[in-house]
């Protein structure tokens, strides 16, 4: 048998490509409804992959992006939270101004009432050093003409006498302390007991016998007696009484809050001050407001 020459053995190959081609194109129009045999094949493998890797990446990306989104809205709250503070301090510091202030008018208000009477403004500068002297700072002395024995009152009432004056600054005596005193009476009777300090927030009215009539809730106010202070200013008020022997024991809540004093008035004179309606006690006889003549300071 003869041969085949090379060159039909090309032919022949060249031929089984073609058909080959025909067929698998006859066979990829007859799926197009299908889809693509191939494409079918590769996308049915791959997609497993494909959903795998999505699904990873886009757990991953979500973390990522929570954890950043994390870290932001803690950052605005630590923000939130430092505003807030300050916000908080400038409330407190209005509030502070805003009292102040009140306080300020108040005196301003006491001091246009009684334009006959010297009186010189001081704030407090500081208190005592010793829980067994009651005292506070001044911070005005003797270049403002404030002396010894001057008596130290708000407008609500008496607060204490000064003790040691210097150039800028002056000690007061607070009328709680033990070692302090004031010469008062009963607003209504008129009857005159010294009143003194027991080193506790209320103060003692003194040497009251037990069958004198004295009421809880009985105003008490100066005197005048003592040289140091004008009469009917405001000691207390009467809030608890029990029997002694041989003197009742009375206790009176003062009219000034000595726990909280920022701004004081000291006295210059002893000349009786003018009482609003609702703190002034029936007038004193002349002979009275003889007894307490005035101090003129120092120059």
């Keep these: 048998m003869a041969a ?37 094949w590769t996308v049915g493998a791959v997609s497993p992959f494909e959903r795998a890797g999505s699904y990873v990446f886009g757990s991953f990306r979500d973390t990522w992006r929570n954890y950043f989104a994390l870290r932001g809205t803690k950052k605005d709250n630590d923000d939130l939270r430092r505003e807030n503070d300050a916000l908080k301090l400038r409330v407190a510091q209005l509030e502070g101004k805003a009292a102040e202030a009140d306080r300020l008018a108040g005196l301003l208000h006491f001091r246009q009432s009684q334009t006959d009477v010297p009186m010189v403004a001081a704030r407090v500068i500081g208190g005592g050093a010793s829980t067994a002297s009651q005292t506070i700072e001044l911070g005005r002395g003797e270049h403002d003409g404030i002396r010894k024995n001057m008596g130290v009152i708000t ?4 607060v204490g006498k000064v003790i040691e004056t210097y150039p800028n600054t002056a000690q007061v005596l607070l009328l709680t302390d033990r070692e302090s005193g004031v010469g008062a009476m009963l607003a209504d009777s008129r009857t005159q007991y010294p009143v003194g300090g027991v080193g506790e927030p209320l103060i003692s009215l003194k040497y009251v016998p037990n069958d004198d009539d004295v009421s809880v809730g009985a105003r ?26 041989p003197f009742k024991q009375i206790r009176i809540k003062p009219a000034a809050n000595l726990e909280r004093l920022e701004e004081v008035l000291v006295l210059l004179t002893l000349h009786p001050l003018k009482q609003s309606d609702s703190t002034s006690a029936q007038p004193a006889t002349p002979a009275a407001a003889n007894s307490a003549p005035p101090q003129v300071p120092n120059p």
């Design 220 to 245: 008490v106010v100066t005197s005048g007696m003592d040289k140091i202070f004008p009469r009917d200013l405001p000691v207390g008020t009467v809030t608890e009484i029990k029997p002694g022997n």
């Design 155 to 158: 407008p609500d009432g008496v």
């Design 4 to 40: 085949i020459p090379s060159r039909h053995k090309s032919l022949v190959l060249l031929a089984g490509v073609i058909l080959l081609q025909v067929l698998l194109l006859a066979m990829q129009i007859k799926r197009d409804s299908q889809g693509r045999l191939i494409r079918t």
